[in-house]
């Protein structure tokens, strides 16, 4: 279950939203309310949760002041900014502040519903990823101890391997392209009968 945190400073908004919405059904599980942005910032710290909803008109601290505060202690936090003001500059500005996405009161059930749901996969996606990259943590921390043991059995063997790597860059491009001119002269000189110094084999013999 994914934790939720809802701050509005109308008890019964919250209530509304604990009712409407199928919660468990959505994978999500509210942690906590706060009356304004403070309380909320207090309950992000203990709770740690995943989603925020908030409203943007509260004493103490506002939405837009509670997410721009979110934005830099708690960036990975998703807010979904809940508001009965539907002036452009306030949607501008929650987005700008960090917030997920901007939802109108009164909430309609099935649209808090679709989006809770795209949040649900976001955060599935991420968690995912997460235990893959602690998957291949821990595969590679199960093979440090036997490289470690390797390096000490045979160090003079990692020196010459690390020296070698060192000189191939340059050296080894630079043969590889000798080796290329020299090969096309044998052939262009075989073609017309002639001898080159060095080579061997029919290249040596020329057109006899």
């Given at each position: 279950?994914?934790?939720v ?6 008890p019964?908004?919250?209530r ?13 599980e509210i942690a ?15 709770e ?6 908030t ?50 009161k ?17 955060l599935?996606a ?59 002269r044998?052939?262009r ?19 006899g």
């Open positions: 279950m994914y934790r945190i809802l701050a509005d400073d109308e019964e908004i919250c509304g939203l604990r009712l409407k919405i199928a919660w468990e059904r959505l994978g999500f906590g309310e706060a009356r304004n942005g403070k309380e909320a910032l207090s309950a992000i710290a203990s740690r949760p995943q989603l925020l909803l409203d943007i008109r509260m004493p103490v601290m506002d939405g837009l002041e509670l997410l721009q505060a979110c934005k830099r202690l708690h960036p990975e936090l998703r807010i979904v900014v809940l508001s009965g003001h539907d002036d452009f500059q306030y949607v501008q500005t929650a987005l700008r502040c960090g917030a997920r996405d901007y939802v109108l009164p909430v309609v059930r099935r649209d808090l519903t679709e989006l809770l749901e795209t949040i649900r996969g976001e599935d991420e968690r995912d990823a997460a235990r893959a990259r602690e998957a291949i943590g821990r595969q590679w921390r199960q093979r440090l101890p036997d490289a470690a043991r390797t390096v000490r059995a045979r160090p003079d063997l990692w020196r010459r391997r690390g020296a070698r790597h060192r000189r191939m860059p340059g050296g080894a491009a630079a043969r590889a392209g000798r080796l290329r001119r020299r090969g096309r044998e052939v000189a075989a073609l017309h009968g002639r001898r080159v110094p060095g080579a061997a084999g029919p290249l040596a013999a020329g057109r």
